[in-house]
């Protein structure tokens, strides 16, 4: 199938219209609608629901179509990095990362970074790890910045030293706000609200000294933001990584450090033996050195 078909199929599924798509495309009704059904035939299912005023998609179009924007995207982003093997150094560099505080130090890195290429730009992701990791499989990602424990097999990294540190985030008028920290006892018979990663679930089980299972668990979230929103309207009291709870405002939302205090740390990480433009290449090395220079 030729990225030209994809792109023309790709058009029709976000238009829902083959002449608005055709307009778009710059070609005529009819061979769009001929390409489609060239697509259709060579894989031997249908792809569209043709109604009068529009066309849905199939589970297998829907299918299609998803895969379609990851191959235009990494296409797209091999042609752009292709472009950047010049002279001048510019180019985009992709980092996905949590809500975490060691964005603070990747902050720094990325603005002494920019001074000595002003040309290059970053896009970042903000995600849960396991989506981080897969859009680094798939090369959509260059770059995550990641919570331990993480399985280093297909990684090179550094780690930070930045710590993170487990709070419970609650409403003001939360009883436990009272207090100055929180215990495992104390959030066992509470509604409480955990992160999904299987991994965090049980460092914090480890912590509890027990099966997480037993504990009063109303639901659990992939963005410490989503927690922190359902904290605030009382349903519960969300256990995260403190990450950017200092920007938040203290009059709709508290956090209470646990007691015993849990922390852990991040890495920097990125595919082993996966080429890359020279903006990330040197943006690698930079974070290196950058780290390097922290331990002195």
């Known amino acids: 199938m030729e990225l030209r078909v994809l792109r023309y199929f790709l058009t029709v599924a976000q238009q829902e219209n083959i002449t608005r798509a055709a307009e ?7 061979t769009l609608s001929r390409q489609l059904a060239q697509i259709e035939e060579e894989l031997g299912i ?8 529009k066309i849905v998609l199939t589970n297998e179009g829907i299918l ?17 990095e292709l472009v950047e093997q010049e002279s001048v150094v510019e180019g985009t560099i992709s980092i996905g990362c949590g809500d975490v505080k060691t964005v603070n130090l990747l902050a720094e890195m990325i603005q002494s970074f920019h001074q000595k290429y002003p040309a290059v730009r970053f896009e970042m992701c903000t995600a849960a790890a396991d989506y981080v990791r897969e859009q680094m499989e798939r090369g959509l990602i260059d770059i995550g910045l990641l919570l331990e424990p993480v399985n280093l097999e297909k990684y090179d990294y550094v780690r930070l ?14 009883p436990l706000a009272r207090q100055q920290s929180v215990t495992a006892r104390e959030l066992r ?40 929103m359902l904290a605030y309207h009382r349903l519960a009291c969300a256990i995260i990584i403190a990450g ?4 938040m405002d203290e ?12 922390t852990t740390n991040c890495l920097l990480v990125w595919k082993r033996q996966q080429p ?21």
Request: net charge neutral; proline share 7%.
């Open 24 to 30: 778009i495309l710059h070609v005529t009704q009819p």
């Open 64 to 80: 299609l179509c998803r895969r379609a924007r990851e191959i235009l995207e990494l296409v797209d982003k091999t042609e752009k």
């Open 46 to 53: 249908r792809l569209f629901e043709r109604g009068k005023r």
């Open 189 to 228: 018979d509470i509604p409480l609200i955990l992160p999904n990663r299987p991994d965090m679930q049980n460092e914090l089980a480890n912590w509890f000294g027990e099966d997480i299972s037993s504990l009063n668990i109303l639901c659990t979230s992939n963005l410490p933001s989503v927690s922190c």
């Open 244 to 247: 950017s709870i200092s920007l």
């Open 251 to 262: 009059k709709k939302i508290i956090s209470r450090p646990l007691s015993p205090a849990l």
């Open 161 to 174: 030293k930045e710590e993170e540190q487990w709070v419970a985030m609650m409403h003001p008028d939360a």
């Open 276 to 296: 890359f433009g020279v903006a990330v290449s040197k943006f690698i090395e930079h974070v290196k050195s950058y780290t390097e220079q922290l331990t002195i």
